[in-house]
């Protein structure tokens, strides 16, 4: 089944302790991308990477890493979280020359 | 800097209740418009894309189209079933694949 995997699903956890939320695909997708959610203001864009070792800015990169080692794999690394990034986080993906992204199920963190 | 607004924010219908929801955007170059519908505690999954003015989309009971300043999301006779928050998004020249969401409607739709 074609799909974007995230892990963990939910997590609680401290300010300043370093953490890494997982996104694999399976559809061989170059580009791949991570956002926030958060209500009343909608998705926002964290970073993308449109292949392998090819990243960049979104929207909201302060506070956040990422690295494209491998083409199914795009982890979110958060090395010192702060309350102010609690939020459902998203990955995507798609297929270079379309337009349409998929999105994994989401990872709901929360930071104390 | 590209915005989508949505309206309303949430809209309760009785089944059967034929409706709209509205989707108005500002972008530099329009890529495409995304009509995407997301459940609680889920991921958004994609519904349609419309890419020019006068596009028109359809999947079941749900139709979408496309001005150069608005996109509709036609609900005919909704199900229960149909209950999720709905989301647009356009992209635009020149953002390397970003898209930029509205804030979604919420919709129900109840017996």
């Known amino acids: 089944e074609a799909q974007v995997t995230q892990n963990p699903r939910y997590l609680i956890t401290v300010t300043g302790k370093k953490l890494t939320v997982t996104c694999s695909q399976n559809?061989?997708?170059?580009?791949m991308s991570w956002y926030r959610q958060d209500p009343g203001l909608g998705l926002r864009q964290i970073y993308y990477?449109?292949?392998?070792?090819?990243?960049d800015k979104g929207d909201v990169p302060e506070g956040y890493k990422v690295s494209r080692k491998e083409k199914r794999n795009f982890p979110l690394i958060l090395e010192s979280p702060s309350p102010n990034q609690t939020s459902l986080y998203f990955c995507?993906?798609?297929?270079?020359?379309?337009?349409?992204?998929?999105f994994g199920p989401g990872t709901r963190l929360t930071v104390t | 800097e590209d915005q989508v607004t949505q309206s309303p924010e949430a809209l309760r219908l009785q089944e059967g209740e034929s409706s709209s929801l509205n989707c108005s955007y500002t972008?530099?170059?329009?890529?495409?418009l995304f009509w995407y519908r997301q459940d609680p505690g889920k991921g958004p999954e994609f519904l349609f894309t419309?890419?020019?003015a006068g596009e028109e989309k359809e999947k079941e009971r749900l139709k979408a189209t496309l001005t150069k300043k608005e996109s509709f999301l036609h609900i005919t006779a909704p199900k229960p079933e149909d209950s999720a928050t709905y989301l647009c998004?356009?992209?635009?020249?020149?953002?390397?694949?970003?898209?930029?969401f509205g804030t979604g409607t919420r919709l129900q739709v109840t017996l």
């Open positions: 990477s449109m292949n392998v070792e090819v990243t």
């Open positions: 559809m061989n997708h170059e580009y």
């Open positions: 972008v530099s170059g329009l890529r495409g």
């Open positions: 995507a993906s798609k297929r270079q020359g379309v337009y349409e992204q998929y």
């Open positions: 419309l890419y020019s």
């Open positions: 998004a356009v992209q635009g020249t020149g953002t390397a694949s970003k898209l930029t």
